[in-house]
């Protein structure tokens, strides 16, 4: 079996391109590679969330399933006083984010390598983001759901996009079960954003 972007180690030949992409008013210049999530350009599943995102400037957040990082580097932008923290289990896409932090010129970010929240244990967000990694099956997936809920403060938001043909119904029945509220914000081309609520 091909190994794909939720692999610690792609084995993919590396092959680096660039490119520029606006998000929230802010242009970003993406450095990406083979052997990571929608290295041709930013998916647009990312890209509904980025605009719908609602980050106070000093929230803490945490972008789980960071890629290369288009979302926690613009999270990162809208929280100019606070804090973002990237994981990835693809050590490949953290090299990437990091590189893409530095290129431009995000200095309110950490990215770390973590296997779901391995890498995060004990600390508290205000705010998570995640395009949860489908390919690593529903169990993941909802695992990221349940136990990021003990890494929010009260009142912390959790923030997911996910398309209807690959889980959003059980995905949000998975979100009630587990958080107090949960609004769905956005739903455009099979794609839904949802936001629950501590």
Known sequence: MADHYYTNQPGAAHDEQQF??????????FITDAGVFSRDRIDFGSVLLIENMEIDNHARVL??????????LTAAKLADHGRVTMIDVNERAVNLARRNAEANGIKNVEVRVSDVYS??????????????PIRAGKEIVHRIFVEGYDLLVEGGEMWVVI????????????????????????????????????
């Open 20 to 29: 520029t992409f606006k998000l929230r008013g802010n242009e970003f210049r």
């Open 63 to 72: 972008d789980v399933g960071c890629g290369y990082g288009p979302m926690g």
């Open 119 to 132: 890498g995060v244990q004990g600390e508290q967000f205000d705010v998570i983001l995640t395009n949860p």
């Open 163 to 198: 398309q209807k043909k690959q889980g959003a119904p059980s995905a949000l029945k998975k979100l009630q079960e587990t958080y107090r509220e949960v609004i769905e914000v956005d739903r455009e081309k099979g794609y839904h954003i949802f936001r629950a609520i501590k």
